[in-house]
């Protein structure tokens, strides 16, 4: 598991792309607020570049952290027809630090788990638990 997605009360995954840099490229900016030693609450934010992997819905994600650098593998794992909801798996490491993680991000519009009701193998939180499983 990843401190930076797992376990913060509250968090913003921002994802845009800009006119400058190259073709295929894209940043991504988690937002997320953590809970100090003291039992106060600051805001964080890192700021990754996103690079397409060769095989499609994979991404390769890097960040520069108080001088350690992360890098992580990202892929689509499944997503809603609507868009409503998207699963993500991500491995990742900093070798510097001494860190390897895995871990999952269910993204919606607003933040909220969706209300899939029952799908035909289950009701929608199986179904992504399992979906998780069979990624990791």
């Not at 953590?34 to 397409?52: A, I, S």
């Amino acid at each position: 598991q990843n401190a930076a997605y797992d376990f913060f009360p509250n968090q913003y995954q921002v994802f845009y792309r800009t006119q400058s840099r190259g073709r295929g490229s894209m940043w991504y900016d988690p937002v997320f607020l953590v809970r100090t030693l003291d039992g106060g609450l600051q805001w964080r934010k890192r700021h990754y570049r996103v690079k397409r992997a060769s095989a499609p819905g994979t991404f390769f994600f890097s960040a520069l952290d108080n001088g350690v650098t992360s890098n992580e593998f990202w892929r689509i794992v499944d997503a809603a027809d609507d868009m409503s909801w998207a699963l993500f798996y991500y491995a990742g490491a900093a070798p510097a630090a001494g860190l390897e993680y895995t871990g999952a991000v269910l993204a919606t519009p607003d933040g909220h788990w969706p209300t899939g009701g029952s799908c035909d193998n289950g009701t929608f939180d199986e179904q992504i638990i399992k979906r998780i499983q069979e990624a990791h």
